[in-house]
């Protein structure tokens, strides 16, 4: 194969998904709209977490981390993106092309593991409220948090070490604003516990618990139907029902939408998180 057509000193191009009409014009503005929501609601997120004592429990650590996971999903790939398009440069570096597949990929694997460790803290609040702070004291907390880093940049690892390994050639063009599963092991998780905390709460002798209960659940419930709903529609639908059109749409929601709108669901629907806000 000839040297230029090899994998190094290559350059990809991302295609992208707008063009310069107005109507693409008017999106493009509204997906930099919702990135600065996003990088400000998840930072201030994270500052008010870190700033607020009352804050200072393990689900509200949890829910720093997947702000923190957020403000770097986001960071990863809409800069770039907003560059390509505002200059008319599509192309990508190798280098640079890696690092996105690297990024995008441990973040969304350690996104994966921490929303099945947010619902295992979720079953343990309300099946064995009583041991709460032995089943989730800091040391376990903090071990579940650096585990799913840790297994998300594992992923990263074995994906980019795989997506590079191949020599490239051709026209070296992706269809993605992008360059790129762990799903099945968190999903059960989370169903595991949702199934032990849907029997407690059905076995509640008074209403007012049980709604105190949904309500507990109900942000994390949402933040994991959005995420995991677009992640399983991409992953898990036969390969002749997909078009790259769809696939992007798609990303697009999970990767700029989604982190926009988790902090805003657990600070609408979270009093000590409004509390916390007025306060600081």
Not at 27 to 40: E, P, R, Y
Not at 61 to 67: E, T
Not at 138 to 166: E, H
Request: proline content about 4%; overall charge positive.
């Amino acid at each position: 194969m000839e040297w230029e057509n090899q994998t190094f000193n290559s350059e990809f191009i991302l295609l992208g998904i707008f063009n310069h009409s107005p109507i693409h014009i008017v999106l493009f503005s509204l997906v930099l709209g919702i990135f600065t929501v996003a990088f400000i609601g998840n930072t201030v997120m994270i500052l008010l977490i870190y700033l607020d004592n009352q804050l200072h429990t393990p689900m509200y650590f949890l829910l720093s981390q997947l702000s923190l996971m957020d403000l770097m999903l986001i960071c990863t790939t809409v800069p770039k993106m907003a560059f390509n398009y505002l200059s008319g440069r599509k192309s990508i570096s190798l280098v640079g092309c890696g690092a996105q597949i690297f990024l995008y990929v441990s973040l969304l694997g350690a996104e994966c593991f921490l929303l099945a460790a947010m619902a295992y803290d979720r079953y343990v609040a309300i099946c064995h409220p009583l041991r709460y702070s032995v089943l989730m004291n800091q040391k376990i907390c903090c071990i579940m948090v650096v585990s799913s880093w840790i297994v998300g940049f594992l992923d990263g690892i074995i994906v980019i070490t795989v997506a590079l390994s191949f020599p490239y050639c051709g026209a070296r063009e992706i269809p993605h604003f992008f360059c790129v599963i762990m799903l099945l092991f968190p999903v059960a998780v989370i169903i595991a516990s949702y199934v032990r905390v849907i029997m407690t709460v059905i076995h509640m002798s008074s209403g007012e618990g049980r709604q105190k209960a949904f309500a507990t659940c109900s942000s994390h419930l949402m933040v994991v139907g959005m995420y995991y709903g677009a992640a399983m529609f991409i992953y898990m639908r036969p390969v002749s029902d997909r078009s790259p059109t769809q696939d992007k749409m798609v990303s697009a929601f999970y990767t700029i939408l989604t982190p926009m709108l988790n902090p805003l669901i657990y600070s609408l629907r979270n009093k000590e998180v409004a509390r916390a806000f007025m306060k600081v």
